[in-house]
């Protein structure tokens, strides 16, 4: 089985900050995925991350893996309210999906 | 184009009671999969299929049983409703389990009294 963990659980943090949120994971897994989740919502995907250092940005997101150390990063430039959602990180092992028990984030204004 | 649906959006059950969840996507997505959130533990995954006639066990596959006979559909059924299953229920499909992203389903918000 595979463990993931993020950190941190919660996140209040001021508009025009920087943030990172980190995802670690137990054992060997070379595709991670990011998504968000507004309250009361679904899940919407933000990233797939498919190899060792592999980047991706989208707005003021960026994501990164590093699959020697087993350390998925979100990276939050510049904060803004309409990123307050809960962020989750998923490892694959297999054709099985592990997730993190999700950062709530909180923009305030 | 519906992408992933999932009915009901809310239901409550009796303990003992059984019923059924479903899910129809219409991407021609090969990869299916239910999950359940709970609080404080994000998704776990409860059964997956990777084409039609062939699914198989997640984390959490007790109590539950799947199939999947057309490439659309993936209902989930709960045999004995039992208070510990009261949870949200996502549906999820992908083109592939390997490379792509996963689209969900609204979820479904069940009680078991």
Known sequence: ELKVEQNPLFLSMQEGKNYTIYCNYSTTSDRLYWYRQDPGKSL??????????????????????????????????AAVH???????????KGNQFYFGTGTSLTVIP | NAGVTQTPKFQVLKT??????????DMNHEYMSWY?????????????????????QGEVP??????RSTTEDFPLRLLSA????????????????????AFFGQGTRLTVV
């Open chain 2, 16 to 25: 003992g009671q059984s019923m059924t969840l479903q899910c129809a996507q």
């Open chain 2, 82 to 101: 039992a208070p510990s299953q009261t949870s949200v229920y996502f549906c999820a499909s992908s083109y592939s389990p390997r490379n792509t992203e």
């Open chain 1, 44 to 77: 919407e995907s933000l990233f797939v991350l498919l190899s060792n250092g592999a980047v991706k940005q989208e707005g003021r997101l960026m994501a990164s893996l590093d699959t020697k150390a087993r350390l998925s990063t979100l990276h939050i430039t």
């Open chain 1, 82 to 92: 309409d990123l307050s959602a809960t962020y989750f990180c998923a490892a694959r």
């Open chain 2, 36 to 56: 359940r959130q709970d609080p404080g533990m994000g998704l776990r995954l409860i059964h997956y299929s990777v084409g039609a006639g062939i699914t198989d």
């Open chain 2, 62 to 67: 007790n109590g539950y049983n799947v199939s």
